[in-house]
C-alpha cells in the first residue's frame, strides 16, 4: 500500500498505538510465543474493522484507519478495536497462565509526505506519559465519538486526554454500500480462460477498456479476490494517477518493490543490501540493479549516479527490468500476473518500458492484464497474444438489479428504478452515487411493507457526470474545507509557500 500517494492526497486517518505489556512471566512460554498469539489476535481484529497495521515495533503495534477506503465512523472503529484487544488479551492470559495487558492511544491527523510519522510521534508522546489507564484518547476522537461511549477525563500538562470507560451501546458500524457483482460475467470468464492458459505455461496480455464509471476497477476486483488470490501465481499489481503523469517510471515502483521486498520504511542500506541478496540468487550485477532502482524510485541508492547519459541509463533500465520479468517466472516456472490500472495516466517512461515487456515477452508464463479509459492508444493490437475487453453499460435489468443489491430490497418502487436506470444510463458508478444520494437526501425510507419514496424525485439534484458526483461530496463538506478546495483547484498541486 503506497502512503505516500495518499499522502499527496492529504487524506485524514485514524492512529491507534498498541502496547502489549507481559506483567507476570511463566517459564514453559517464551515472550516471542506470547507476542505471536497478541499479534495473530490483533491483526483479526484489525482486519474486522477494516484498519491497516502499519508498524509492529518494541511490543507495540501502530493502525492505521482511514485507508484505503475513507470512513466516517474511524474513530469508532479505532476505539472498538482497542476493547476487542483488551478483551482478547484476557483469554491469552488464561491459555499462557500469565497476565497480559494491553494500552492503546488513538489520534486523528492527516498522511504528510513523511508517512504516518507525525500520528505516530503524537501517540508515543502520549504512552510517554504512562497513565494507567488502558485506553486513552485525545480530545479530538472524543468529540467524534462523543455520545457512544462513556469518557473519563484526564488533565495533563499538553492538554486534556480521555479514557474509555464503557460503551454506551456498541455503534453500528455503517456498512459499505456495494452490490453484488453483476453483469459481467461473460467479462469475468474471459479473463479466467486466459489466466487458465497461463497457468498452463502459455502468455497473454489483455487490456480491460471502458469510460469513466463502467465498473472497470470492479471487475478487477473481483478477478483478484475470488479468483487470482486462490491461484498459484506471482500477483503484483500496480496503477498510475492523474499527478503521477510527470514521475519517471511510476508504474514500475510496485514491481520492484515486490521483487527486492522493498517496504516505504526501509532504509537506503536495507534496499541496497536486499537487492544484493536477490541479484545473488538470480546471477544479476547487484551495482546495475541499484542504479536502476535507484533511478525508477527516484532515491539516491548506494553507487546511484548522475553522470550516466539519458540514453545509456534508458537501456539499462529497460535491459534490468526485462531481465527482472524474466526472471519472476524463472526456475519455479510459477505464473506471473502484472495488473497496471488507470494505464491512460501513465507517464510517458512507462509506457515505453511496458511497450517493451509487451513485445518481449515469449515462452514464459506471463499474464498481464492493463486497464485504461476509452482513447487510449497504444501498440500492442497486433500481438497474437493480445486481447481487448471493452466494457459495455449495464442493460435496463442488470442496473435494476444493481439498485436492489445497493437497497438490498428485491421489490422497489417504480419511481426509484425507473429514474436511476434512465439517468444512469448504465453506468455502475452512477448508479452507486445516485443510491447515495437518495438516501443522503431522505428520500426513501424503510417501512414494514418495503422501501417508500418521501420526496419527490424530481426534486433531488441526482448526478448525470463524474463532475456532478465531486460536486455532490464536495456541497455537504464543512465551509472551510470547501474554501480550501477551491483555494487547492486554482493553485495547483504544487506551489511555493512562504511562512
Known sequence: MNIQTLAKERRKVVGLLIEIEQVSSNEKNSNDEIFG??????????????????????NSVFIIFGIPERREDNPTRAILTAISVQETSKSISLKHKITVNTHACIDTGLLSSDETSAILDSLKKIAQLKIPEQIVITADIHRLTEGQFSFKGIPTETGKLYSIINALKIPAIKKHLQSRFIGR?????????????????????????GEAGIGKSRLVRELTETYLLKKDVRL????????????????????????????ETDTIETINKKI?????????????????????FSKELQGNT?????????????????????????????????????????????IELLNMVIDSISNIPIFILCVYRT??????????????????????????????SLLEEEFLPGDISNAIIEKSEGHPLYVEEMVKTLID????????????VVKKLSELKLPDKVEDIISSRINIL??????????????????????
Request: aromatic fraction near 14%; charge should be positive.
Open 37 to 58: 498469539d497478541c499479534l495473530h489476535s490483533i491483526r483479526q481484529i484489525t482486519a474486522q474493522y477494516d484498519g491497516f497495521i502499519d508498524k509492529i515495533f518494541n
Open 185 to 209: 460475467v461473460e467479462e469475468f470468464n474471459l479473463l479466467k480462460k486466459y489466466v487458465e492458459r497461463v497457468l498452463k505455461g502459455e502468455w497473454y496480455v489483455v487490456s480491460v477498456v
Open 236 to 263: 503484483i499489481k500496480s496503477r498510475a494517477y492523474a499527478f503521477t503523469a510527470m514521475e519517471p517510471y511510476y508504474m514500475f515502483c510496485n514491481i520492484l518493490s515486490y521483487t527486492f521486498n522493498i517496504s
Open 276 to 296: 544484493a541478496d536477490k541479484c545473488s540468487v538470480w546471477q544479476m550485477n547487484s551495482q546495475e540493479v541499484v542504479l536502476t532502482a535507484g533511478y525508477v
Open 306 to 350: 548522475t553522470d550516466i547519459a539519458f540514453e545509456d541509463r534508458k537501456k539499462l533500465i529497460f535491459r534490468i527490468v526485462k531481465q527482472i520479468v524474466f526472471n519472476l517466472a524463472g526456475p519455479d516456472g510459477k505464473p506471473v500476473v502484472f495488473i497496471f490500472e488507470d494505464v491512460q495516466w501513465a507517464d510517458h517512461s512507462s
Open 375 to 404: 482513447g487510449f492508444i497504444h501498440s500492442w493490437a497486433a500481438k497474437p497474444y493480445y486481447t481487448q475487453i471493452f466494457l459495455k453499460p449495464l442493460s435496463k435489468e442488470e442496473t435494476r438489479e444493481m439498485v436492489s
Open 441 to 452: 437526501e431522505g428520500a426513501i425510507v424503510r417501512t414494514p411493507f418495503g422501501l417508500e
Open 478 to 499: 464543512p465551509q472551510s474545507v470547501k474554501k480550501i478546495i477551491q483555494t487547492a483547484s486554482v493553485i495547483g498541486r504544487k506551489f511555493q509557500c512562504k511562512w
